[in-house]
């Protein structure tokens, strides 16, 4: 089972908002790790959204927008990424990524589309 | 402005070797960990190696290790990852990266006979 797991493709309606999961594998508590984003659009590199542990310690991209948000879900041990009155422009790969035992890693991407 | 560059990239026989270099400017390079991420043609991202500010602490990702090497010249501002044994799956775009806002373009290494 992979360390972190995110759906494959997500579609939401402009205006409306886009909740991105990222699950840890089962034995490794959400609740200790920073989880990062990254929105990837296509022929770009990585932008670095935000990072997320508690709403005492988090930040903020450079330039990114408040719409783009994150928080924990304890219950199903997942990161989450919260998009609110989303645009064209969102349609993008987003990745999470978290450092766990000495190493980076990331999930496999969730496909936004805006339609 | 924080910028990251990255060189080196090219086309290589398989089991032949390349030395990529990222040349960083705008910030305070020396302070930072940096790492190299590769994103293979149509795929994910995926972390190849870690350095720590000093360069005293190193990881790898399992996929790399005994194969590539990172390095640091915090005089010049730039990191370095040494690339041996490539094989046809280690084709992909190279970023250097500190995992917040500093994302280089990226350099492509392609694996091919």
């Known amino acids: 089972q992979p360390v972190l797991t995110q759906p494959t493709s997500l579609s939401a309606s402009p205006g409306a908002s886009a909740r991105f999961t990222c699950t840890l594998r089962?034995?490794?508590?959400?609740?200790?790790?920073?989880i990062y984003w990254y929105q990837q659009k296509p022929g770009s590199l990585p932008r670095y959204l935000l990072k997320?542990?508690?709403?005492?310690?988090?930040?903020?991209g450079s330039g990114v927008p408040s719409r783009f948000s994150g928080s924990k879900d304890a219950s199903t041990n997942a990161g989450l990424l919260l998009i609110s009155g989303l645009q064209s422009e969102d349609e993008a790969d987003y990745y999470c990524?978290?450092?766990?035992?000495?190493?980076?890693?990331f999930g496999g991407g969730t496909k936004l589309t805006v339609l | 402005e924080v910028q990251l560059v990255e060189s080196g990239g090219g086309l290589v026989q398989p089991g032949g070797s390349l030395r990529l270099s990222c040349a960083a400017s705008?910030?305070?390079?020396?302070?930072?960990?940096i790492n190299w991420v590769r994103q293979a043609p149509g795929k994910g991202l995926e972390w190849v190696s870690y350095?720590?500010?000093?360069?005293?602490?190193?990881y790898y990702a399992d996929s790399v290790k005994g194969r590539f090497t990172i390095s640091r010249d915090n005089a010049k501002n730039s990191l370095y990852l040494q690339m041996n044994s490539l094989r046809a799956e280690d084709t992909a775009v190279y970023y250097c990266?500190?995992?917040?806002?500093?994302w280089g373009q990226g350099t492509t290494v392609t694996v091919s006979s």
């Open positions: 990524a978290i450092w766990y035992s000495s190493t980076w890693v």
């Open positions: 997320y542990n508690s709403d005492s310690n988090k930040q903020q």
């Open positions: 990266a500190t995992f917040g806002d500093a």
């Open positions: 350095i720590s500010s000093s360069g005293s602490e190193i």
């Open positions: 705008g910030f305070s390079f020396s302070s930072y960990e």
């Open positions: 089962s034995g490794i508590n959400v609740g200790s790790f920073r």
